[in-house]
């Protein structure tokens, strides 16, 4: 398949960030794994696999920014981010095997197009806004140019190993908050947030996967000292990566008053809905509880 390939640059996937689906989760693993022995059986010299910055997982604990030397740990219950773990683990497997084999492992932050978020930054976007988790950490945004100009940089450099891209340093909370502007959004404790999620999410009410909830409330944002080091050079800042993802909706072209009216309307409207969700999953919650109960009285 690779007959007289030097370089595979692997970005395929068949998975989204925000539809954990299982069968395509365990399908991204089977085209990894023909990947790399199709590249192991064609002497490819090296293999670059496009990851994510998620799988250091978003904890209470991690340092801001997070080297390269930081752990892999992604969050459990977000499983896309548990799958290119995998993925990661099993191309380091591979470049083992052979001294002269390279193996560059790229972790970007959430990706940006022009007028458009990516997939993870819609998830993330979305998560933060309507009733959100307590928390507010600071945030990245890679242009998918800066991100095409790092593989090339991985490639011409034969960059070994895991390696962070991301533009220099973050947004922070407040900064985010000019950017965005008023939104509405309800704060509630992690676990009440979990809670919604998968209730809305089995509901089919909103498309954000529970597990991505705590990478809305705990910093995970990345260093990219060691891809400057070998000559990358953004050409987007987070905030103009922020920018350009973004067309000026209704809302935006608002006066700042008018805008702060809504916002405080449509959050007053989401407490209304956070207390009919409480009551809903109270009343499933006591539900199973009977239901044990009734059971274990029978047995």
């Not at 307590?134 to 945030?139: A, K």
């Not at 944002?221 to 800042?237: I, K, Q």
């Given at each position: 398949m690779?007959?007289?390939?030097?370089?595979?640059?692997?970005?395929?996937?068949?998975?989204?960030?925000?539809v954990p689906?299982?069968?395509?989760?365990?399908?991204?693993?089977?085209?990894?794994?023909?990947?790399l022995?199709?590249?192991?059986?064609?002497?490819?010299?090296?293999?670059?696999?496009l990851?994510?910055?998620?799988?250091y997982?978003?904890w209470?604990?991690?340092?801001?920014?997070l080297?390269?030397?930081?752990?892999?740990?992604?969050?459990?219950?977000?499983?896309?981010?548990?799958?290119?773990a995998?993925?990661?683990?099993?191309?380091?497997?591979?470049?083992?095997?052979?001294?002269?084999?390279?193996v560059?492992?790229?972790?970007?932050?959430?990706?940006v197009t022009?007028?458009s978020?990516?997939?993870?930054?819609?998830?993330?976007?979305?998560a933060?806004?309507?009733v959100?988790?307590?928390?507010?950490?600071?945030?990245?945004?890679?242009?998918?140019?800066d991100?095409a100009?790092?593989?090339a940089?991985?490639?011409?450099?034969?960059?070994?190993?895991?390696?962070n891209?991301?533009?220099?340093?973050?947004?922070?909370?407040d900064?985010?908050?000019?950017?965005?502007?008023?939104?509405?959004?309800?704060r509630?404790p992690?676990w009440v947030?979990?809670?919604?999620?998968?209730?809305?999410?089995?509901?089919?009410?909103?498309?954000?996967?529970?597990?991505v909830v705590?990478?809305?409330?705990?910093?995970?944002?990345v260093?990219?000292d060691?891809?400057?080091a070998?000559?990358?050079?953004?050409e987007y800042?987070?905030?103009?990566?922020?920018?350009v993802?973004?067309?000026?909706?209704?809302l935006?072209?608002?006066?700042a008053r008018?805008?702060?009216?809504?916002?405080?309307?449509?959050?007053?409207?989401?407490v209304?809905?956070?207390?009919?969700?409480?009551?809903?999953l109270?009343?499933?919650?006591r539900?199973?509880?009977?239901?044990?109960?009734?059971r274990?009285?029978?047995?």
């Amino acid at each position: 398949m690779f007959s007289g390939v030097d370089v595979i640059v692997h970005l395929a996937t068949a998975t989204t960030p925000g539809v954990p689906e299982p069968a395509a989760e365990a399908l991204d693993v089977a085209i990894a794994q023909r990947v790399l022995d199709a590249a192991g059986v064609a002497g490819v010299r090296q293999v670059v696999v496009l990851s994510t910055a998620m799988v250091y997982g978003a904890w209470a604990a991690n340092s801001v920014p997070l080297t390269e030397h930081a752990p892999v740990r992604p969050n459990p219950d977000f499983s896309w981010a548990v799958v290119r773990a995998q993925i990661e683990q099993m191309a380091a497997e591979w470049g083992s095997r052979e001294p002269d084999r390279v193996v560059t492992i790229l972790r970007p932050a959430a990706v940006v197009t022009e007028s458009s978020l990516g997939q993870l930054a819609s998830v993330l976007h979305t998560a933060r806004v309507g009733v959100a988790a307590e928390g507010d950490p600071p945030v990245q945004y890679l242009h998918i140019d800066d991100l095409a100009s790092a593989v090339a940089v991985a490639v011409t450099t034969r960059l070994d190993g895991a390696v962070n891209v991301a533009p220099d340093g973050w947004i922070p909370p407040d900064a985010l908050h000019d950017l965005e502007g008023p939104r509405p959004r309800v704060r509630v404790p992690s676990w009440v947030a979990r809670a919604l999620a998968a209730l809305r999410w089995r509901s089919g009410v909103a498309p954000i996967p529970p597990g991505v909830v705590p990478y809305t409330s705990h910093s995970w944002v990345v260093a990219n000292d060691r891809l400057r080091a070998r000559g990358w050079r953004p050409e987007y800042t987070n905030e103009e990566a922020w920018v350009v993802s973004h067309d000026p909706g209704p809302l935006d072209r608002m006066p700042a008053r008018r805008r702060q009216e809504i916002a405080l309307l449509v959050a007053g409207l989401a407490v209304v809905g956070l207390i009919v969700a409480a009551v809903v999953l109270i009343r499933r919650l006591r539900g199973s509880g009977r239901g044990l109960e009734d059971r274990s009285q029978h047995h």
